[in-house]
């Protein structure tokens, strides 16, 4: 089973975030971010949906910043 290395890596970037929402929502919005990144997002975008790599990180940044617009919203 791996660590999961790369949810605490978000963790530390979203740190400003800390002083204005708890720790739990901090956690969980890079829990949200890291399921639209790395190599499975990407396998997925092209093998599966058969989208170029190019339209499958375009694809794959703006799902990754929904979930923060999201938790930053009133």
Partial sequence: MRKGRAIAWIEEALAPLRDRMPARNV????IA???????EALV?????????R???AALM????????R???SP
């Fill in 44 to 52: 997925c975008m092209t093998d599966v949906a058969g989208l170029t």
């Fill in 33 to 39: 971010i890291r399921a639209t990144m790395g190599i």
């Fill in 54 to 56: 190019p339209t499958a």
């Fill in 70 to 72: 999201d938790a930053l």
């Fill in 27 to 30: 956690r969980r919005l890079a």
């Fill in 61 to 68: 940044r703006s799902s990754a910043a929904a979930p923060l």
